[in-house]
């Protein structure tokens, strides 16, 4: 499903490091913490893979991704 979306946004492949950045939409009162927010990177970390949009995941191209939480309504 992800990279069917992933696909579906860009052609672009991209050979070098690159700078990720996650933002996560949620209801609600409760945050995440750094820990719950971190682990939802994989899938489309790996999406992204598998789609040749990046190379691989490891942090020689990816880097330390960041992070940031948005409530709505």
Not at 1 to 6: I, R, Y
């Given at each position: 499903?992800?990279?069917?979306?992933?696909l579906s946004q860009t052609h672009n492949a991209h050979t070098g490091r690159v700078k990720i950045h996650f933002t996560h939409y949620h209801r609600g009162m409760a945050i995440q913490d750094a820990e719950n927010l971190s682990s939802t990177s994989k899938i489309p970390l790996d999406a992204l893979v598998a789609a040749g949009i990046i190379t691989e995941d490891?942090?020689?191209?990816i880097g330390t991704p960041t992070f940031s939480q948005v409530r709505v309504r």
């Open positions: 499903m992800w990279k069917l979306l992933f490891k942090m020689k191209v």
